[in-house]
T-cell receptor, first 114, second 112 residues
Framework: QKEVEQNSGPLSVPEGAIASLNCTYS??????FFWYRQYSGKSPELIMS????GDKEDGRFTAQLNKASQYVSLLIRDSQPSDSATYLC??????????????FGQGTILTVHP | SQTIHQWPATLVQPVGSPLSLECTVE??????LYWYRQAAGRGLQLLFY??????ISSEVPQNLSASRPQDRQFILSSKKLLLSDSGFYLC???????????FGNGTRLTVT
């Protein structure tokens, strides 16, 4: 069983629409959750951090966390072609040998078409 | 502000040759340092992490090794490269146990 799972996509949305990216994780003790954006050929760039249940908004991005369901999501409002990238979900372990380490999902490819 | 430098940006090496990739962080003290590898079309795999000088934890058995000779310097090495070592190598830093990672620009390694 993968520790962090994402749909690989590609997810295609029209410009101006809401893109919804989902992620589930297996370590119930995880406390820190991150979303990274990775453009083709580039390194991952942090776009959101979330630590508590509920929603966290930053500009056009909203991260949602539900620890009981072990689920974290990222919503991108008013999607732009420049949002086209791979989005990586990352979960920080807290128990045992996973303490402090970041485990990444495989990433979801998002394409925003004009 | 903190910055991370990683070099070289690209590298082509023959099978059996040695490897040395270097990463340095500026603007912070006692960072946690990480080496990740991303193979083509695959996710990020944690290779090594370090919480202090001389402290290295290995995540995956392989022919790679890491060293941290100074607080803000992290080196990835190999004595003999394999074809399977090809990939995108990323150095990252964080401060604290629940902080996000910040990545360098990466090194794209091709072993021929």
């Amino acid at each position: 069983q993968k520790e962090v799972e994402q749909n690989s996509g590609p997810l295609s949305v029209p410009e101006g629409a809401i893109a919804s990216l989902n992620c589930t994780y297996s370590d119930r003790g995880s406390q820190s959750f991150f979303w990274y954006r990775q453009y083709s050929g580039k390194s991952p760039e942090l776009i959101m951090s979330i630590y508590s249940n509920g929603d966290k908004e930053d500009g056009r991005f909203t991260a949602q966390l539900n620890k009981a369901s072990q689920y974290v999501s990222l919503l991108i409002r008013d999607s732009q072609p420049s949002d086209s990238a791979t989005y990586l979900c990352a979960v920080q372990g807290r128990g045992g040998t996973s303490y402090g380490k970041l485990t990444f999902g495989q990433g979801t490819i998002l394409t925003v078409h004009p | 502000s903190q910055t991370i430098h990683q070099w070289p940006a690209t590298l082509v090496q023959p099978v059996g040759s040695p490897l040395s990739l270097e990463c340095t962080v500026e603007g912070t003290s006692n960072p946690n340092l990480y080496w990740y590898r991303q193979a083509a079309g695959r996710g990020l795999q944690l290779l090594f992490y370090s919480v202090g000088i001389g402290q290295i934890s290995s995540e995956v058995p392989q022919n790679l090794s890491a060293s941290r000779p100074q607080d803000r310097q992290f080196i990835l090495s190999s004595k003999k490269l394999l074809l399977s070592d090809s990939g995108f190598y990323l150095c990252a830093w964080s401060v604290g146990q629940e902080a996000p990672l910040h990545f360098g620009n990466g090194t794209r390694l091709t072993v021929t």
